[in-house]
Nanobody, 125 residues
Framework: QVQLVESGGGLVQAGGSLRLSCAAS????????MGWFRQAPGKEREFVAT????????YYADSVKGRFIIFRDNAKNTVYLQMNSLKPEDTAVYYC??????????????????WGQGTQVAVSS
């Protein structure tokens, strides 16, 4: 069973930066595509970013493109989300997810097999 544990959330002022981490255990991390999703209060969970097993392909939601960067370190079984130029509308619980089909990107929640518990990000104006 794969376990995912997110960390790095917190409170930051608008324009600031945070780096989220997601550490995986119990599976073969280097085979998985990884994704970040988020859920703001009163809203449905939405796709943020994804990266294939090798790190060679990434894909972003339009709302974060140019501000967020997803990358991974397979030696450390960890995927990261570097968030720059944060806006109040980025406030949400951020979840990482693993997809066994590691060679393709996906923005769809149902195509991910394992999920973390989430980490809170709050951006003040």
């Amino acid at each position: 069973q794969v376990q995912l544990v997110e960390s790095g959330g917190g409170l930051v002022q608008a324009g600031g930066s945070l780096r989220l981490s997601c550490a995986a255990s119990g599976g073969t991390f280097s085979n998985y595509a990884m994704g970040w999703f988020r859920q703001a209060p009163g809203k449905e969970r939405e796709f943020v970013a994804t990266i294939i097993w090798s790190g060679g392909i990434t894909y972003y939601a339009d709302s974060v493109k140019g501000r967020f960067i997803i990358f991974r370190d397979n030696a450390k079984n960890t995927v990261y989300l570097q968030m720059n130029s944060l806006k109040p509308e980025d406030t949400a619980v951020y979840y990482c997810a693993a997809r066994i089909v590691g060679v393709a990107v996906s923005t769809r929640e149902y195509q991910y097999d394992y999920w973390g518990q989430g980490t809170q990000v709050a951006v003040s104006s």
